[in-house]
């Protein structure tokens, strides 16, 4: 099986001397791992950081065995924000929810998009809304989501009670009626916290996984949106 398309890196892990393997969410074949040789080198493992956007050749004699990835660098995201914590532990939590949440060889053309856009306006002053807004978009997309349409008088209050599966939960009314606009720190946190209940009680709890620290930590480690 052979294969091009442009991706960002979800992790990669040492395989013996010079090579790495290498786990990355493409465009059009979904989440795939590759042996990366020389990928140790300074020239190539500089720019094989979190969530950079590389171009991948892939190559694979046998469907059941892992194939090999060429790589080149698109664009270098991961380093953009290496002076700025809150945004590294973003993109450290979306490396890790897509590393454990998708399932391999599989095309998720709508979260890759939205990854996309999403990576688009980290750059701005509203990143923490749009993250917010990404990772809604993949709970959906993965068939966790919500039904809240029987929600009387939305506009009335900025936090529902609301009981999804037997279990009760605190949603930021500007989820439910999508508007992202002039939100506060406060409504971003109930938010995430929402966001990050409902996957665990959806997928980590049931399947006896370990949610991801880095996003545990973007939940609690910021006070001012930068």
């Known amino acids: 099986m052979n294969w091009q398309d442009e991706g ?25 791992n590759g042996i990366v040789y020389g990928g140790t080198s300074r020239k190539v493992k500089n720019y094989l950081q979190l969530a950079n956007k590389i171009f991948i050749v892939y190559n694979s004699k046998n469907e059941n065995k892992i194939g090999y990835f060429k790589t080149e ?39 890759y998009v939205s990854l996309v856009e999403f990576l688009n306006s980290l750059s701005g002053t509203n990143w923490l809304t749009h993250y917010l807004n990404w990772e809604i978009n993949l709970i959906t ?14 506009n009335s209050k900025k936090i529902y009670n609301i009981s999804i599966d037997n279990i009760d939960y605190k949603i930021p009314t500007f989820l439910i009626l999508k508007k992202f606009d002039n939100i506060s720190i406060e409504e971003l946190r109930e938010g ?33 949106v930068n």
């Not at 960002?8 to 795939?32: D, H, P, Q, R, Y």
């Not at 997928?203 to 609690?220: D, M, V």
């Open 192 to 224: 995430l916290n929402f966001s990050r209940s409902l996957m665990e009680n959806k997928f980590f709890i049931p399947n006896n996984i370990k949610f991801p620290h880095s996003r545990k930590l973007l939940e609690t480690k910021f006070s001012v």
């Open 141 to 154: 997309s993965l068939g966790f989501g919500f039904d809240v349409k029987r929600i009387p008088e939305l």
């Open 8 to 32: 960002f890196i979800l992790s990669k892990k040492k395989f013996k001397e010079n090579a790495l393997i290498l786990e990355v969410f493409t465009n059009k074949f979904g989440k795939v």
């Open 73 to 111: 660098l698109v664009e270098a995201i991961a380093p953009k924000y290496f002076d700025n914590k809150k945004k590294i532990l973003c993109l450290n939590s979306i490396s890790s929810l897509l590393k454990i949440l998708l399932p391999e060889n599989q095309s998720y053309k709508n979260i």
